[in-house]
């Protein structure tokens, strides 16, 4: 789970650092840096719940992992206060870099989530068409 949510984040750091470091200069990059550190902590502490979340049965399991989804957002949320607090880096690239790399996060992490339902749950995907549709 982790390579499919650190790939992304890693990727659009690596793509916006030279950005980031014209439009602030060095303060900014390191804004930038701690976003990815907060996201990606936080992604990956609600992604290794997620993956005991997934033994339960699939009904149990879905609502178990949009439950997380709510923890991983309050914890980004959490997170991102107490790194601004302790760093007074530009607050603006701080929130923009956490938004930019919790949607690039997720979009990873769903990817990793459908393909892992997929294979768990087989006789549901075949039947139903989708993994948790019912009837």
Known sequence: MARWVASPI?????????????????????????????VL???????????????????????????LGM??????????????????????VLTGWIGGFYIVGLVGETAWLYRTMKRLWPAQAAHHGAVGQQE
Do not use: Q
Request: hydrophobic share 60%.
């Open 71 to 92: 923890a991983r957002m309050v914890a980004c949320v959490l997170l991102g206060a107490v790194a601004y607090h302790h760093s007074r880096l530009p607050l603006w």
């Open 41 to 67: 902590s936080a992604m990956l502490v609600t992604g290794l719940a997620t993956v005991f979340v997934l033994r339960a049965s699939p009904t149990t399991a879905i609502m178990g992992v949009l439950a």
């Open 10 to 38: 890693a990727g659009l750091g690596a793509a916006g650092a030279y950005p980031t470091w014209l439009i602030g200069g060095a303060e900014s990059l390191e804004a930038e840096g701690l976003a990815g550190a907060v």
